[in-house]
């Protein structure tokens, strides 16, 4: 993770765009296997936001407890089952200073490491590959 201790206008709108690229790399990779996980349960690509535990919306992110992250996993019989958790951005209260960590990888290594890890569960779920 990257530690930002300068908050300005200019990260936010930065963090901003980017975690709009990361909805929608969710949501396209979503379509793109969701077919492949027919036999396993719901595949589950979600771009989420929280601020202690409770959904946040983008406006909040440097707000102390704001997360957004990606999770992947398979819903079967009401249940979810974790795969992998990659965190986007969180800020944090220390030392009496809002401290941003930001991912490190671009939004074309987060594709890989998504696309990585959909096939390790589809060869852990017994479905074939695309």
Not at 48 to 58: P, Q, V, Y
Not at 73 to 102: A, L, P, V
Request: some cysteine; glycine content about 4%.
């Amino acid at each position: 993770m990257r530690q930002l201790t300068s908050m300005n206008e200019e990260v936010k709108s930065r963090m901003i765009s980017f975690e709009r690229q990361c909805e929608q790399l969710c949501q396209d990779l979503y379509h793109q296997y969701r077919d492949c996980f027919k036999n396993s349960g719901e595949l589950v690509v979600d771009f989420l936001r929280k601020k202690k535990c409770k959904i946040a919306s983008a406006t909040e992110m440097f707000d102390p407890g704001y997360e957004s992250f990606i999770e992947i996993g398979i819903e079967r019989d009401e249940e979810f089952y974790s795969y992998q958790y990659i965190t986007i951005w969180k800020c944090r209260n220390e030392w009496c200073q809002r401290i941003g960590y930001s991912t490190p990888f671009s939004i074309e290594e987060l594709r890989q490491t998504i696309v990585h890890t959909i096939e390790e569960m589809m060869t852990d779920e017994g479905e074939e590959q695309v």
